[in-house]
């Protein structure tokens, strides 16, 4: 798929009704929480992310495809400390909205000027206990492959994934995850190239995959 395609058919898909749940529940991990559970969302700290795609040679240098763009974050001892996710965080006060903020933080992260990147559209948005954030992913395209700059602080590493890797339903995998507190969780997740992408990412994920199916 080139990014042409890809751009028509996000613009498209992003404006009607979005799954949400219906898919991202078959990625979310299996973690039990009393049958009442309910978190005041209104006190958790409000995010933005943004899952970039853009146009890349593959590994045999004869097609251009369009890729996505994720990162390993380092091993900083925060909640979600040196696992993969999309360039994002917490809003900020110069921010107008949470695709500013999207934005503002891919720019810091990747090094990538966020003027070239256009938005197409947004997924919905998600509460992540963990962190006790409610994030709202956007959606961004480039037309040529941005020269990274990875942030050194917050970026062990920059993952360039083709839209058609993680179309294979063969990378979707499962096994026990053990997280930060020692606990561990049974999980699906997206082997990517090695890398385990599980949780909110990969809900993340499921749905933009399932935006991109509703025409593919």
Known sequence: MN?????????????GILPGDAVRGKMAPG???????????????KAGVLALMY?????????????LALMR??????AHSGQISFPGGGVEEQDADLIATALRETEEEFGVDASQIEIVGTLSEMYIPVSNSLVLPSVGILH???????????????????????L?????????????????????YYD?????????????????????????
Do not use: C
């Open 168 to 188: 294979d339903e063969k990378i979707i995998k499962q096994k026990d995850i053990e997280t930060r507190g020692g606990f561990k969780i049974p999980a699906h």
């Open 55 to 67: 146009p890349h040679t593959m590994i045999n240098g004869e097609v251009v495809e369009a890729h």
């Open 144 to 166: 040529a492959r941005p020269n990274f700059v990875p942030q050194e602080k917050e970026v062990a590493e920059i993952i360039e994934v083709p839209i058609s890797y993680l």
């Open 73 to 78: 974050r380092t091993e900083d001892g925060y």
């Open 3 to 15: 990014i042409n395609q890809l751009n028509t058919i996000l613009k498209q898909n992003l404006q």
């Open 31 to 45: 973690m039990r929480v009393p049958p009442n559970w309910n978190p005041d969302k209104s006190k958790a700290r």
């Open 192 to 216: 990517v190239y090695g890398h385990v992408v599980w949780g909110a990412t990969a809900m993340m994920i499921s749905e933009l995959l399932a935006v991109i199916k509703e025409n593919f």
